[in-house]
């Protein structure tokens, strides 16, 4: 939601410097019709290929919807891009979606990595250590 300015302005300089590489933006809300920030921006991205989007709004539907239920559904391609050397950087609601989504990480981690609870934490763990798995909790 709100906290998704800072990933505006990231993707702004990678624009403007012509950084190389993908960018993959999971945006969870409440409302597509209201809550949807930087719509305009994140569509044209998407349009002109340089965002992959994927979008979690929790009470448009009769089933709420949340940004790690999206992850799970791409797991094996999350998978494949943090095994590539993707940067990963959580930003949001500490309380609960920040919590739900690094153990829907660590989750994604365990099955496609084919790793036991322990050494999926220690993955995580690791992404920590090296800065590439950044959080911007509140």
């Known amino acids: 939601g709100t906290g998704v300015a800072p990933f505006r ?3 702004q300089e990678r624009i ?3 950084a190389m590489g993908r960018n993959w933006l999971f945006f969870g809300e409440r409302n597509q019709a209201s809550d ?3 719509e305009e921006f994140w569509i044209r991205l ?4 340089r965002l992959r989007l994927d979008l979690a709004f929790s009470r448009d539907a009769e089933q ?3 940004v790690q239920h999206k992850l799970y559904e791409q797991k094996k391609s999350i998978w494949s891009w943090l095994e590539e050397g993707a940067y990963l950087y959580l930003c949001g609601d500490a309380a609960e979606m920040a919590k739900d989504v690094d ?3 660590q989750r994604i981690v365990k099955e496609e990595g084919g ?3 322990e050494d ?3 993955y995580l763990k690791k992404l920590k250590t090296e800065k590439r798995y950044l959080t911007d909790v509140y």
């Not at 998407?46 to 290929?49: F, P």
Request: a positive charge; aromatic letters at 20%.
């Open 16 to 18: 403007a410097t012509q």
């Open 115 to 117: 790793l036991n609870e």
């Open 46 to 49: 998407q349009k002109e290929g």
């Open 9 to 11: 302005a990231f993707l």
């Open 120 to 122: 999926a934490r220690l």
């Open 36 to 38: 949807f920030y930087y």
């Open 103 to 105: 153990g829907m990480l």
């Open 64 to 66: 709420k919807v949340y």
